[in-house]
């Protein structure tokens, strides 16, 4: 049974970091892609960005860009969203979710952390 258990939340001002933590557990993760996506209030849940568990290339949505970084560590099955010059609008609930690399959808989500960002 896999796991994903996000971290790190909290409420922050404009410009400041934060990071976040997603543990994984449950299987071998080399052929799983890690995303990171949010959802905030009275929108979608959008995408952030990805990670390949395998080679650590990563991708990221446009708004994100430059300010964001995903990371993992394969010995301790945990990923990292390192948030930079956080904006009013990053204000969400940040979800953790794992597919293998050959599938479209994410099969595996975690319980989601939430990132309050004060202007």
């Known amino acids: 049974q896999v796991q994903l258990v996000e971290s790190g939340g909290g409420l922050v001002q404009a410009g400041d970091s934060l990071r976040l933590s997603c543990a994984a557990s449950g299987r071998t993760f080399g052929s799983y892609i890690m995303g990171w996506f949010r959802q905030a209030p009275g929108k979608e849940r959008e995408f952030v960005g990805a990670i390949s568990w395998s080679d650590g290339t990563s991708n990221y949505a446009d708004s994100v860009k430059g300010r964001f970084t995903i990371s993992r560590d394969s010995a301790k099955n945990t990923v990292w969203l390192q948030m930079n010059s956080l904006k009013s609008e990053d204000t969400a609930v940040y979800y953790c979710?794992?597919?293998?690399?050959?599938?479209?959808?994410?099969?595996?989500w975690g319980q989601g952390t939430q990132v309050t960002v004060s202007s």
């Open positions: 979710a794992a597919k293998r690399v050959f599938e479209r959808q994410y099969d595996y």
